[in-house]
């Protein structure tokens, strides 16, 4: 049988039982969640302060082509990822049966996904052309997209394995995969950047093999902890394998438009990325170092955010949307509580801050970004509370199953706030500030909006999941 919420979480933690969608029970689920965001977080952080070191281009040039990477790769992970309202839907309701087949569905769409993603190899150099970037920079951009691109079809599997663990609540054991790659890839990026140990010094591309390794080592631990004996007979995950047509397009269904979000988001971000980075070389490092520092603050976040979404639908397949309300606000507090701690340091520490990225081989290069990033980093403070309350609503919402609402809010609102009038911006000559400024307008309006669907209520009678009566009509074997 499905174990309980509360159950899942006392494995996740030492504490007694906690009231149900208080702070201890969703602290105990969220926790291993932020730190395996913490992991990601030093990966990023560290590719760029280690490239930062090597070459002050390479660390630029790094941006243009994780937002290039993320525009294709966010909408096909997080689709791939949903299998986790799945999983914690069925769980809710006790249907543990059903759980392998729902991570399968997931895994054949990441299999022809992950293979289709290596089209982005050979049409690399036209997308990055596209920037209309300084010619010494594309190079690089071209060769970290064409590395990251080997990455996908690893990181993908990834994504729905980890959805049928943090689904149930398990989310230590998505710590430990996690950590297995992060470590893989901090050590090789440091081998491979500098050509240490008899390594060649490969720079950029360094990075971006270390990127690769890292992901295949976290499928590989990921897979083998999935068909472990124990979780075949409880949860099918090696008999459920078949193809199930209806289950599939439930999956495309309800996970399209939440990956359509990231996808749209990614893709508003990387225009405004584009456009910026037609005002010069130093403009787009320090844009890049800016949202690299946003990054570090901000994934950690997400952990908190998948919690709530696998909380709110754990109580949603239980039928009991009051403990799913409730996890959400509890969720809102402490992740408003921690970007508000965030945002001071951007204010206070500026200088410390950027100061962690100097030591390049071009000073007097580094000081015409250094002397643009505290300025940004006013605006990054201004939206991360906004985000705050982006994060916590938008995982409850997607934990319900409103996933058009996301996608369809983040399309509404972005080009005429934050794409339109950055482009005339930039087009009429105009400063960094105003662009940021409007980037920050943008967030602050999805903030409201979303608020205001989530006290509508609307997400309290969704599910993904078929109704217990249409059980019987489904193969158990």
């Not at 950590?179 to 440091?190: M, R, Y």
């Amino acid at each position: 049988m499905g174990r309980s919420v509360t159950e899942e979480a006392v494995e996740n933690s030492t504490a007694d039982a906690a009231p149900t969608g208080g702070s201890r029970e969703l602290l105990a689920l969220a926790l291993p969640l932020v730190v395996s965001q913490g992991f990601m977080t030093v990966q990023v952080f560290l590719d760029s302060v280690l490239l930062s070191w090597h070459n002050q281009r390479e660390m630029a040039a790094t941006l243009p082509a994780v937002m290039w990477y993320w525009l294709a790769f966010g909408w096909l992970q997080v689709t791939a990822g949903y299998v986790s309202t799945f999983v914690a839907q069925y769980t809710g309701a006790d249907r543990p049966g059903r759980v392998g087949p729902a991570v399968w569905q997931g895994l054949h769409f990441s299999v022809v996904a992950g293979l289709l993603f290596l089209v982005v190899i050979p049409a690399a150099p036209s997308m990055i052309a596209l920037g209309g970037h300084a010619p010494a920079l594309q190079p690089m951009e071209v060769a970290y997209l064409q590395c990251l691109a080997f990455a996908a079809f690893p990181m993908l599997l990834m994504a729905a394995i980890n959805g049928f663990f943090s689904g149930r609540g398990q989310t230590w054991t998505v710590l430990g995969i996690e950590a297995v790659g992060t470590s893989i890839n901090v050590v090789l990026a440091q081998i491979l950047i500098f050509g240490r140990f008899g390594a060649p010094e490969l720079g950029i591309v360094g990075a971006g093999w270390a990127t690769v390794a890292g992901s295949w080592a976290s499928a590989t631990v990921a897979m083998a902890l999935f068909l472990r004996p124990s979780l075949r007979r409880e949860f099918r995950t090696l008999t459920g394998w078949r193809f199930e047509p209806e289950l599939f397009l439930r999956l495309l269904k309800y996970g399209g438009p939440a990956g359509a979000q990231v996808f749209l988001d990614v893709l508003v971000f990387h225009v405004f990325i584009q456009l910026v980075g037609r005002l010069g070389e130093a403009v787009t490092a320090a844009t890049t170092l800016a949202f690299r520092l946003n990054m570090v603050a901000f994934l950690p976040m997400m952990g908190m955010g998948q919690a709530i979404s696998i909380l709110v639908g754990q109580r949603l397949g239980a039928d009991r949307p009051d403990l799913a309300e409730r996890s959400a606000y509890t969720g809102l507090r402490w992740v408003f509580g921690y970007m508000t701690a965030v945002a001071s340091v951007y204010l206070f520490f500026p200088g410390q801050l950027v100061g962690l990225f100097e030591g390049g081989r071009d000073p007097e290069r580094f000081a015409a970004v250094a002397a643009i990033v505290p300025k940004l980093l006013v605006g990054v403070a201004i939206y991360s509370l906004s985000d705050a309350v982006n994060v916590s609503f938008s995982f409850a919402l997607r934990g319900a199953g409103d996933t058009r609402f996301v996608s369809l809010l983040t399309f509404t609102l972005a080009w005429p706030i934050m794409v339109i009038p950055t482009f005339v911006i930039v087009q009429n000559g105009g400063n960094i500030y105003w662009a940021w400024g409007f980037a920050t307008a943008y967030i602050v309006a999805m903030a409201g909006c979303f608020a205001l669907r989530f006290r509508s209520g609307r997400w309290k009678s969704m599910r993904v999941i078929e109704p217990a009566a249409l059980a019987g009509s489904i193969p158990s074997d």
